[in-house]
Nanobody, 115 residues
Framework: QVQVMESGEGLVQPGGSLRLSCAAS????????MKWYRQAPGTQRDLVAA???????NYADSVMGRFAISRDNTKNMTYLQMHNLKPDDTAVYYC?????????WGRGTQVTVSS
């Protein structure tokens, strides 16, 4: 059974840092792209960062230079390290595993940036 599960929910002050983790099971992890999306209330779900099977990364302009996505194929884990967080980063963050044949969303984890 394919499962994708996020963790790392938190309340952070502006300028702070937080790391989100995503655990995937039931897939050949090394063959999947792993992606982080976020969705704030009343908005669409947007791509934040992605990492391909070969390690290539890409980021939304709004997080470039502040967020870093990484993966550990030995542990089937993906991470999103977030620095210099802003109130506009407040959202539910979702992890997604993706290949040409299949994809799976996690349930999301809340990130709140507030003083």
């Amino acid at each position: 059974q394919v499962q994708v599960m996020e963790s790392g929910e938190g309340l952070v002050q502006p300028g702070g840092s937080l790391r989100l983790s995503c655990a995937a099971s039931g897939i050949q992890f090394r063959l999947y792209a792993m992606k982080w999306y976020r969705q704030a209330p009343g908005t669409q779900r947007d791509l934040v960062a992605a990492i391909e099977p070969d390690g290539t990364t890409n980021y939304a302009d709004s997080v470039m230079g502040r967020f870093a996505i990484s993966r550990d194929n030995t542990k089937n884990m993906t991470y999103l390290q977030m620095h210099n967080l802003k109130p506009d980063d407040t959202a539910v963050y979702y992890c997604k595993s993706e290949s040409r044949m299949a994809s799976r969303w996690g349930r999301g984890t809340q990130v709140t940036v507030s003083s």
